[in-house]
């Protein structure tokens, strides 16, 4: 979960942590810091994510980014 931290951190969004909740549904990240998040994973991991898995189901919180990561990377 420190790897997301250090994602939206390097994004601008330090506002957001792994207490947060249903970031897409509330409007508290948008297409854009959605665009930018997986970017960011994407260099990390130098492998683009497969767009199957960049669902808005998948940016609700820091569980179902991770889980999202987990099945792109295998």
């Given at each position: ?5 250090k ?32 970017a960011e ?34």
């Amino acid at each position: 979960m420190d790897l997301i931290q250090k994602f939206f951190d390097n994004i601008g969004r330090s506002d957001i942590d792994k207490n947060s909740k249903n970031l897409l549904s509330d409007g508290i990240i948008d297409s854009m810091d959605i665009v930018s998040l997986v970017a960011e994973i994407e260099k990390y991991y130098n492998k683009p994510l497969k767009s199957d898995f960049i669902k808005a189901e998948y940016f609700e919180n820091f569980n179902t980014i991770q889980q999202m990561i987990m099945e792109n990377i295998k």
